[in-house]
């Protein structure tokens, strides 16, 4: 019988080694539309998170053994995510290369679910926070993504991050720094008032993937089923 129900993260963790076959599925459930922001924030590219994501719930799929039980199962996790998609922005360049969308375009980036004025100027804010996002390196968007889109503590994005508080912060000044810089480019006469709000008003803590771009990535939000898991979890996993 399926231990899923009404396990906490890391009993579900427990049961899919030993061989509940809900158990990780239900635990994808539970985050995974806080990954994808996170992955999405992370790699200001719907694509990239996507694959990024899928790569991390397949490794996280095949390594649950290896998880010793000394942090939470969503760091666990999100370690996993954001080492994905930095490993995927590394292969392809610390950073994007590719220019800025000028304003007609950048509308499109994200979806504005209500044509209201502080609805709008709120859509136009997060479109200006993910332009200016793709401009800065890819640690530095992690960090904030964790700490100011996503409410972590500057503690828990260093254990997700595997590096020092004092990194963390050191990241997020100078990211936030570069946002604001940014950001007075689209917004000149406000930048002072709106740039901080911005960031952190982008998803924050929401964990919605609607927030964060009208992408939603395949087989991972879908339904409940990690993207292609492997056929067997002990020793020589199938590719």
């Known amino acids: 019988m399926s231990t899923a129900a009404g396990a906490d993260d890391a009993e ?3 049961a899919h080694v030993a061989g509940d076959s ?6 994808v459930r539970r985050h995974r539309d806080r990954l994808w922001a996170v992955a999405l924030r992370t790699t200001c590219d719907p694509e990239e998170a996507a694959d990024a994501l899928q790569d991390a719930l397949v490794s996280a799929f095949r390594r649950a053994e290896t998880f010793r039980g000394d942090a939470q199962v969503t760091t666990w996790l999100h370690r996993i995510v954001v080492n994905a998609c930095l490993d995927r922005l590394r292969r392809r360049g610390a950073r994007p290369t590719d220019p800025l969308p000028e304003d007609e375009d950048r ?10 004025d502080s609805v709008a100027e709120a859509g136009e804010r997060r479109v200006d926070v993910l332009a200016a996002l793709r401009q800065i390196s890819a640690e530095q968007r992690a960090a904030i993504a964790l700490v100011d889109m996503e409410g972590y503590s500057v503690d828990e994005a260093a254990r997700i991050l595997d590096c020092a508080p004092g990194t963390v912060k050191s990241r997020c000044s100078r990211g936030r720094r570069e946002l604001a810089a940014l950001l007075e480019q689209y917004r000149p006469d406000s930048v002072a008032d709106r ?15 609607a927030s964060a771009s009208h992408v939603q990535p395949p087989s991972v939000l879908a339904d409940d089923r990690p993207p292609n898991p492997p056929t067997t979890r002990h020793g020589g996993a199938s590719s």
């Open 12 to 14: 579900l963790l427990a």
């Open 107 to 116: 509308a499109a980036v994200l979806a504005v679910a209500d044509a209201s």
């Open 195 to 209: 740039a901080a709000p911005a960031v952190s008003h982008f998803g924050h803590g929401t964990g919605n993937p």
């Open 22 to 27: 809900d158990a990780f599925n239900e635990l």
